[in-house]
């Protein structure tokens, strides 16, 4: 019965020994390419990438809007410095009335609430202005991956890829071949096409 048993074990194993050997060993000649073409002509593998950091970077359309971006940032920060300047002038002229013994308790008081109050409408709208340029950060961002995505799909039968992977520092594409890299060439027509639509 062992002997039985070994023998069974000894065939199935060269069964599948051949098996394996057949289905990897097969015709190569005979096998149909399942490679889709593209417009060329040229095999494709349905599958680009695009390197986002690159094409927002230099893509025109976020270099504008980061300009007006940095305008509004600019703006906030002379508007805080203005109050915070103003705040230490206030506080300054406050502790030389003290020192000098120029005002009575209850106006020194009064001015001491005002000051108190002061400090936190100046930090209330540090808060208020970082909260603002934050979300038209995010905005800008969206914008601009909008305007991307939106050409891409308007351009399909340009590019003639099944999927168009965005690449970035952190993204889930890990590695990527260069030879399916059409970042020169995306970046190249959407620049066209902003510049176009800002005449």
Request: aromatic share 10%; hydrophobic share 35%.
């Amino acid at each position: 019965m062992k002997k039985l048993s070994v023998i069974l074990y000894v065939v199935l194993f060269l069964a599948v020994a051949g098996l394996y050997f057949l289905h990897f060993s097969g015709n190569k000649k005979n096998m149909k390419s399942v490679t889709p073409m593209n417009n060329s002509g040229s095999p494709s593998t349905g599958i680009a990438y695009i390197n986002i950091d690159t094409v927002i970077f230099k893509f025109d359309m976020f270099l504008d809007k980061r300009n007006e971006l940095l305008s509004k940032q600019k703006s906030a920060e002379a508007e805080l410095n203005s109050k915070g300047s103003q705040y230490q002038k206030d506080a300054k002229d406050y502790q030389d009335k003290v020192n000098k013994g120029l005002v009575t308790r209850a106006t020194a008081a009064q001015i001491e609430q005002s000051l108190v109050q002061q400090q936190q409408d100046l930090v209330s709208l540090r808060d208020k202005l970082q909260s603002n340029l934050a979300e038209e950060e995010q905005v800008m961002n969206r914008q601009v991956l909008e305007y991307i995505t939106k050409f891409l799909e308007e351009n399909k039968s340009e590019f003639n890829y099944q999927y168009i992977l965005g690449k970035s520092f952190g993204s889930v594409v890990l590695y990527s071949d260069s030879s399916l890299d059409i970042t020169p060439k995306v970046l190249d027509a959407i620049n066209k096409k902003y510049k176009a639509e800002k005449k």
